[in-house]
């Protein structure tokens, strides 16, 4: 290939691969380019595929000329376990090779992929490339095709493009990650029991998680309208004003709603700018957060009443009180911000203390002790 037209080549697969990295579903497209451009003649597939080998499974990322049908075949009958994946897991990332290298060609005649497999297609020699390892988890590029001509060039257009496909291939990844964890954050958000709001600059309503929407429904205290949040009370209405548009001397504003005689406890927090930037929001950073609800905690005169009764230590008090109210360990971890293990070890303390090896039997032992709980707030969603 003249010099000029080589540069146009490699240009193009390049941008293509790139492209790929925002849109994954732009790998089929770099595979077929780099087919186009650098394969001998017959040569037509390529396959970019994450496989692990115990258990052997596998997920393609792109390929080109393997229909659907074929790909679904390849990931439940030969992923991590025909011979050239196998000897493939334990290339060097970065290498590129002949399938002769790694499997002597009469071995692989044997195995079933390509008796099954690729037999169909006069398939019998690969180009293989080890791109990426993350766990146990392999990527590698496999360009299979009949062995009928030189593929010095086709190796040499692979070695110098596995760089770009490494990039590519791990921006991909990364940010298939990070929108993993911005929907497992705003998962996190909906599953929470308290409120959650977050507000613009302008008190404009940028993202309610699905507790403060039920509850937005059914306030008098707060109303969201013309896309922005009012309260009635108009003092804390000017409060949370002056803090979103960094007028406030506090960083945090505590803000009680009277709702028919039930009280919702709200904490305005301003949010710096650079974390506001990016904070689950879709219309602009956030300059607010709002977290809330109904009271959970119980009175030091109880806890310590609690902690007399029974020598408990007061996190042990609370969760004891927690339990005979009649909610679960769990939820008591949730709504608590701790995790499960924490409160199982607290709970154990408090077993050994009562004597007691059930919830049930210490919800039982507590029944009567005076609880005074605020009601919390899904009581009150429930309530009206």
């Known amino acids: 290939m003249e010099g000029r037209h080589l540069l146009a080549a490699y240009d193009a697969v390049i941008s293509d691969i790139y492209e790929a990295a925002l849109s994954p579903a732009h790998w089929d497209v770099a595979l077929t380019s780099l087919i186009s451009h650098f394969s001998p003649p017959r040569w037509d597939v390529a396959m970019l595929v994450w496989e692990r080998l115990h258990p052997a499974t596998g997920r393609f990322i792109g390929a080109a000329g393997v229909n659907d049908f074929a790909r679904a075949g390849y990931i439940t009958m030969f992923a991590g376990r025909q011979a050239w994946s196998m000897a493939g897991h334990g290339i060097p990332v970065g290498q590129v090779v002949h399938s002769d290298e790694i499997v002597a060609r009469d071995r692989f005649k044997q195995d079933e992929f390509y008796k099954s497999f690729l037999s169909n297609w006069d398939i019998e020699v690969s180009i293989i490339a080890s791109l990426d390892r993350h766990g146990h988890d392999h990527l590698g590029l ?12 086709l190796r040499e257009a692979v070695t110098r493009l596995v760089p770009h496909i490494q990039r590519a ?16 954050a705003e998962a996190a958000l909906d599953a929470s029991p308290s409120i959650v709001l977050s507000l613009g600059p302008d008190l404009e309503l940028l993202h309610a998680n699905a507790t403060a929407q039920r509850w937005l429904e059914k306030t008098q205290g707060l109303v969201a309208a013309n896309g922005r949040v009012r309260f009635a009370d108009r003092e804390a209405q ?71 009764w029974f020598d408990l230590t007061p996190s042990e008090a609370k969760i004891a009180a927690y339990v005979a109210d009649g909610k ?16 199982r070890f607290l ?28 009601s919390p707030i899904d009581r009150f969603l429930t309530a009206h």
């Open 142 to 153: 496999c360009m299979p095709g009949p062995d009928q001509r030189d593929t010095s060039g």
């Open 169 to 184: 291939s791990r921006i991909s990844r990364r940010i298939g990650e990070a929108d993993l964890r911005a929907a497992n």
């Open 238 to 308: 000017e409060r949370l004003a002056r803090l979103a548009r960094g007028e406030s001397d506090a960083r945090t504003e505590n803000i009680p709603i009277d709702d028919g005689g039930h009280t919702v406890f709200l904490v305005a927090m301003q949010v710096d700018p650079q974390v506001g930037a990016g904070f689950a929001v879709a219309k602009g950073g956030a300059s607010v957060l709002l977290v809330g609800g109904g009271r959970r905690d119980v009175s030091d005169e109880i806890i310590a009443r609690l902690r007399d």
């Open 328 to 343: 679960t360990m769990e939820e008591y971890a949730r709504d608590r911000g701790v995790s499960v293990n924490a409160a």
């Open 347 to 374: 709970m154990k303390g408090v077993f050994g203390k009562t004597g007691v090896g059930r919830q049930a039997e210490l919800a039982a032992l507590l029944r009567e002790a005076p609880l005074n709980w605020q």
